[in-house]
């Protein structure tokens, strides 16, 4: 029986949809009371990836990474994207046949080893957390960058996301070594 040993904690980070990037200030200080300081965020990039959120919100969607300065438990996940669906519903328009979302938040982590999602829905290669969570590893690292999976959503196969994933993950592995936290798995 192998013994059970404690995972290193991890870096929290959110993927943010928005055609009004004019809530980003607002969103991400409602974000960092709980989650704490920012320490990177991605340019706004066009999100061309699939039409799929512009029934909801509309055309020229756009995109960006943040992750957080205070690492977090990957165990807190779950905890995370309630969250994150709680600040999206306070900046959704109220309409009888639903809310319309204003601002999307992709909720993860990464570490070392991957890129985890948290997702309300399932699928085959979606893990259960709890209260209706999800968790799946959208990206691994392997020959010093992040690599896509067949079921890796369409733009976070792209280069520029990896690029920015790269940073993160670099961010990341300088804070473990600042704060002597062992550095096993560093290279795969």
């Known amino acids: ?62 995109r960006q990474f943040i992750s957080f300065e205070r690492l977090i438990d990957a165990g807190t996940l779950a905890e995370m994207k309630l969250f994150t669906n709680a600040v999206e519903q306070t900046f959704a328009i109220k309409k009888p046949e639903g809310g319309v979302r204003r601002v999307n938040l992709d909720a993860g982590y990464l570490c070392l080893a991957k890129l985890v999602l948290a997702s309300t829905k399932d699928h085959a290669h979606r893990i259960y957390l709890r209260d209706g969570i999800y ?48 550095k096993e798995n560093t290279e795969h």
């Open 1 to 62: 029986m192998g013994s059970i040993t404690i995972p290193q904690p991890v870096k929290g980070i959110i993927g943010v949809l928005t055609t009004e990037s004019c809530l980003l200030p607002t969103v991400y200080a409602e974000l960092t009371q709980r989650l704490g300081p920012i320490d990177f965020t991605s340019e706004l990039m066009p999100f061309t990836s699939t039409t799929y959120y512009e029934a909801e919100m509309g055309p020229n969607i756009q």
């Open 135 to 182: 968790a799946e590893i959208t990206l691994r690292f392997y020959r010093k960058t992040f690599r896509p999976w067949e079921w890796s959503y369409p733009d976070y196969r792209l280069s520029a996301y990896i690029a920015i994933f790269n940073d993160i993950r670099e961010i990341y592995r300088n804070q473990l070594e600042n704060e002597d936290i062992s």
